[in-house]
Structures are given as C-alpha cells and as structure tokens.
C-alpha cells in the first residue's frame, strides 16, 4: 500500500517528505501540510490529517474575547479586530479542508501505472 501510494504521488507530481512511513505534503505553500500515515489498528487505510487544534483553539478565544469586548451601541465598524482575525483563520481551516479532500480524490482517481520488468 504504501509502495502504491509513493507511485501515485510521484504520478500526481506531487513533492512529498516520506520519514518513517509518514508522509508529509506541501498541497498549498504557505497555507497547507497534510500528513499521510498508515493506521496502526486498520491496515489498509491510510489517515490525511493537518495540525489544526492550535487554530481551532484560537479561532474559538479570538471569537470569545472579541465577542466579550464588543459594543453593539457603537456598530460593527468599532467592533474589535479579534473576529476579523477568527474570520481569517476559519478561512485557513477551510482552504487546509478543501486541500485534504482534493488530494483524496485525486489519489482516488489516479490509477497506478504498470512497470513492466522487461518482458
């Protein structure tokens, strides 16, 4: 399985990091690292996952403490720049969703090439 997978990503073009049967992928510069490992409990599945607890955590302090400090007599306009930046990184979280599951579909979709041995 994880021979097919190396096939597949090299077939894809896609420049990955392979350390100890976890394989780590740049999908977006700047914006996404998607972790390919093989499920010690299930073989034959793989897990695709990207470190986002520190950014769920933040986006959910951001909201609260922008939501504790704003003050709906002024408007929206003098409200606090903390939900801009919680609005910021939900879309960060989106983008890392939407590159996980495009990679899925296209590892899915891709068939692995037969090498012939020379015969």
């Given at each position: 399985m994880i021979d097919q997978l190396r096939q597949k990503l090299d077939q894809l073009g896609e420049n990955y990091v392979e350390k100890n049967g976890l394989f780590k992928i740049k999908v977006l510069p700047f914006f996404c690292a998607i972790h390919i490992k093989k499920d010690r409990k299930g073989e034959g599945r793989?897990?695709?996952?990207?470190?986002?607890?520190?950014?769920?955590?933040?986006?959910?302090?951001?909201?609260?403490?922008?939501?504790?400090?704003?003050?709906?007599?002024?408007?929206?306009?003098?409200?606090?720049?903390?939900?801009?930046?919680?609005?910021?990184?939900?879309?960060?979280?989106?983008?890392?969703?939407?590159?996980?599951?495009?990679?899925?579909?296209?590892?899915?979709?891709?068939?692995v090439a037969k090498i012939d041995s020379g015969n």
């Amino acid at each position: 399985m994880i021979d097919q997978l190396r096939q597949k990503l090299d077939q894809l073009g896609e420049n990955y990091v392979e350390k100890n049967g976890l394989f780590k992928i740049k999908v977006l510069p700047f914006f996404c690292a998607i972790h390919i490992k093989k499920d010690r409990k299930g073989e034959g599945r793989l897990s695709f996952y990207s470190n986002q607890l520190i950014e769920i955590f933040l986006v959910v302090l951001f909201l609260l403490f922008g939501l504790m400090i704003f003050d709906p007599s002024k408007g929206f306009t003098y409200g606090p720049v903390h939900i801009v930046f919680a609005v910021l990184i939900t879309f960060n979280l989106l983008l890392k969703q939407i590159a996980i599951e495009g990679l899925k579909t296209r590892l899915a979709l891709c068939p692995v090439a037969k090498i012939d041995s020379g015969n």
